[in-house]
């Protein structure tokens, strides 16, 4: 009963290819976000969803697409994977948008583009 | 634009020593402020939080208190064990920004027996 789960954990992949990561959360939260860890543990936030609705979307290239099917799901497209693109992504989760509100993250992907 | 500063790590501490990791915050009104610490190979969590000046956070014998004043919530324990060692990230979010967290550079914390 993983109140924010990610998959896949881990990811190898090339250069060019597409890729997904999927997230879920059970904490019946309204909003969702994608986080990116770069090599030297830096956290910046990439989206934000608030009901399926996209919040959030900070300066990532196009390359990148969220897509919420419904308020529990949050996964992660990624197309044509560049070297810099590896990182660990986290997803989050939190009760609404409000600034004070806790979030929980997910275990992160570490994504490594070869 | 809105901005944390951590002190930089990794910070090396024998077990039962004081721990301090300052934080500070460059950021327009009222912001919530934030610890969270990461496990190694696990996600972040919340340590502790404060949402309004002069609050004190407080969680598993750690604390930090809200200092409009000096722009700071600096990161206290008085009694370190080995088990908190971790990744700490100060970080900040305000009310009109979609709750996005705005997360310092993270200070490694490594405790000796």
């Known amino acids: 009963d993983t109140a924010v789960s990610q998959t896949p954990k881990y990811l190898v992949t090339q250069m060019g290819n597409d890729k997904s990561i999927k997230c879920e959360q059970n904490?019946?939260?309204?909003?969702m976000y994608w986080y990116k860890q770069d090599s030297k543990k830096f956290l910046k936030i990439m989206f934000s969803?608030?009901?399926?609705?996209?919040?959030i979307n900070e300066t990532v290239p196009n390359r990148f697409s969220p897509k919420s099917p419904d308020k529990a799901h949050l996964n992660l497209h990624i197309n044509s994977l560049e070297l810099g693109d590896s990182a660990v992504y986290f997803c989050?989760?939190?009760?609404?948008?409000?600034?004070?509100?806790?979030?929980?993250f997910g275990p992160g992907t570490r994504l490594t583009v070869l | 634009g809105n901005s944390v500063t951590q002190m930089e790590g990794p910070v090396t501490l024998s077990e039962e020593a004081f721990l301090t990791i300052n934080c500070t915050y460059t950021?327009?009104?009222?912001?919530?402020l934030f610890w969270y610490v990461q496990y190694p190979g696990e996600g972040l969590q919340l340590l502790l939080k404060?949402?309004?000046?002069?609050d004190k956070g407080s969680n598993k014998g750690f604390e930090a208190t809200y200092r409009k004043e000096t722009t700071s919530f600096h990161l206290e324990k008085g009694s370190v064990q080995v088990s908190d060692s971790a990744v700490y990230f100060c970080?900040?979010?305000?009310?009109?920004?979609?709750?996005?967290?705005?997360f310092g550079q993270g200070t490694e914390l490594s405790v000796k027996p």
């Open positions: 989050a989760s939190s009760r609404s948008g409000a600034g004070g509100n806790e979030q929980f």
């Open positions: 904490l019946g939260h309204d909003t």
């Open positions: 969803y608030n009901n399926k609705e996209l919040i």
């Open positions: 950021a327009t009104g009222y912001p919530s």
């Open positions: 404060a949402t309004k000046a002069d």
């Open positions: 970080a900040l979010s305000k009310d009109n920004q979609g709750g996005k967290l705005i």
